[in-house]
């Protein structure tokens, strides 16, 4: 009698990365900036604006909780943009795993902050 149950529970936690937006965090939609291996570097560096930082994993159950916290402080300082910017990277995503790997991430989620350079 238990296995039946069990089995569809289980069933139904495989599926639930595929429903709604195949398992990502984030979307375009919130307001923050999705960043990439691409986007980082240039994103980043060339910016005046400070910039917080969320290097995470979509499969990791302290993302998944710490995501509504993430995008609630990225709505409270949206206005402020001109001075600081909130952004995330899914070192989950083989495109991404080199440059998680320069920035030596090792847990997740790992939070960095980049200041302006003074000058």
């Known amino acids: 009698m238990f296995w039946p149950w069990f089995r569809v ?5 495989l599926c639930h990365g595929s429903l709604g937006g195949s398992g990502r965090l ?18 980043v560096t060339n910016s005046s604006s400070a910039w917080l930082v ?5 499969w990791c159950g302290h993302c ?11 709505h409270d300082v949206k206005e402020w943009r001109q001075a600081i910017a909130v952004a995330v990277l899914d070192c989950s995503q083989e495109e991404n795993f080199d440059i ?5 991430i090792k847990f997740y989620p790992t939070f960095k902050v980049r200041l302006p350079s003074e000058g």
Do not use: G, H, M, R
């Open 9 to 13: 529970a289980a069933l139904l936690w």
């Open 54 to 58: 969320q290097f995470y994993s979509s």
């Open 100 to 104: 998680c790997k320069e920035f030596s």
């Open 64 to 74: 998944i909780q710490y995501s509504s916290t993430w995008k609630a402080l990225a």
């Open 26 to 43: 984030y979307s375009e939609e919130d307001p923050l900036v999705i960043l990439s291996s691409t986007s980082l570097k240039t994103t």
